[in-house]
Antibody
Framework: QVQLVQSGAEVRKPGASVKVSCKAS????????INWVRQATGQGLEWMGW????????GYAQKFQGRVTMTRNTSLSTAYMEVTSLRSEDTAVYYC?????????????WGQGTLVTVSS | EIVLTQSPGTLSLSPGERATLSCRAS???????LVWYQQKPGQAPRLLIY???SRATGIPDRFSGSGSGTDFTLTISRLEPEDFAVYYC?????????FGQGTKVEIK
């Protein structure tokens, strides 16, 4: 079954960091880019960046440059997204999403989402 | 940076009616890089339309997309109960990829 399965909900204090995982199965992990998108409660979708699991190359939205790091472990077919210096505005559901073959920004497979709550 | 503006914010319609959703870009977007998603409460988005007008796998033909340049449209020809959801357009031609703010299609 082709799917992305994300890690469970997290609670962090302001200033802390969080690392969310996204495990791919049912397809060749290194053949498709992984994007990360977040959604605050009741709000729209916000693209954060992409990663090529084969090369490890990344591209981040300017808003997240320096505070977000996307990595992968190819032997585990798992992508990771770490956010540092968390603030309350980072409270959101974080999704990983696969970019279509040859069309990285076309998101054809999504994880179930991981709720990250930032609260003191 | 491209900004996508969707209208209306909310569309109140009855099952069986036609829904027309608009997505306007702040500057021209190649239609090859314009997509639409559907999101239901508590679920991840689902790819509906890519290349402005091509249906993704498994999407019924009551969904159609059109447009070019700065103006794009998603049409649902006859609303089914399962179509009441939020719809987002997205461009990925120019980084950063951008989403519209969404149009909620609700039952009247």
């Amino acid at each position: 079954q082709v799917q992305l399965v994300q890690s469970g909900a997290e609670v962090r204090k302001p200033g802390a960091s969080v690392k969310v995982s996204c495990k791919a199965s049912g397809y060749t992990f290194t053949s498709y880019d992984i994007n990360w998108v977040r959604q605050a409660t009741g709000q729209g979708l916000e693209w954060m960046g992409w990663m090529n699991p084969n090369s490890g190359n990344t591209g981040y939205a300017q808003k997240f440059q320096g505070r977000v790091t996307m990595t992968r472990n190819t032997s585990l077919s798992t992508a990771y997204m770490e956010v540092t210096s968390l603030r309350s505005e980072d409270t959101a559901v974080y999704y990983c999403a696969r970019g279509s073959y040859g069309a990285s920004g076309r998101l054809d497979l999504w994880g179930q989402g991981t709720l990250v709550t930032v609260s003191s | 940076e491209i900004v996508l503006t969707q209208s209306p914010g909310t569309l109140s319609l009855s099952p069986g009616e036609r829904a027309t959703l608009s997505c306007r870009a702040s500057r021209s977007v190649s239609s090859s890089f314009l997509v639409w998603y559907q999101q239901k409460p508590g679920q991840a988005p689902r790819l509906l339309i890519y290349g402005a007008s091509s249906r993704a796998t498994g999407i019924p033909d009551r969904f159609s997309g059109s447009g070019s340049g700065t103006d794009f449209t998603l049409t649902i020809s006859r609303l089914e109960p399962e179509d009441f959801a939020v719809y987002y357009c997205q461009q990925y031609g120019i980084s950063p990829w951008a989403f519209g703010q969404g149009t909620k299609v609700e039952i009247k």
